[in-house]
């Protein structure tokens, strides 16, 4: 199974931007599709967007036209790109192997303050 290792999250204002980095030990070429996933404190983890096979993209209702999500397989890693947030995407973010089934990563914490 790959394992993820993110980073990027952070501080940002209502409006600003971020871009989160997902690197994958092992082939992310062995990954049919990948997903970045956040979990809200007193909320469960919920799937942000995910990316499959012809960088075929799909996305939470609630971060369409904001989030985009990426990946670059020379360099194993799979990116989301968090435009225009919300205090209301504030939360830990996860990447994993959606297909086939992989492990979760540490997160990396993205906060938004108003």
């Known amino acids: 199974q790959v394992q993820p290792v993110e980073s990027g999250g952070g501080l940002v204002q209502a409006g600003g931007s971020l871009r989160l980095s997902c690197v994958v030990s092992g082939s992310i070429g062995s990954v049919v599709v990948m997903g970045w996933f956040r979990q809200a404190p007193g909320k469960q983890r919920e799937s942000v967007a995910i990316?499959?096979?012809?960088?075929?993209?799909n996305y939470a209702d609630s971060v369409k036209g904001r989030f985009t999500i990426s990946r670059d397989n020379a360099k194993n890693t799979v990116y989301l790109q968090m435009n225009s947030l919300k205090p209301e995407d504030t939360a830990a973010y996860y990447c994993?192997?959606?297909?086939?089934?992989?492990?979760w990563g540490q997160g990396t914490q993205v906060t938004v303050s108003s």
């Open positions: 990316i499959g096979i012809g960088d075929r993209t």
């Open positions: 994993k192997s959606v297909i086939p089934p992989g492990n």
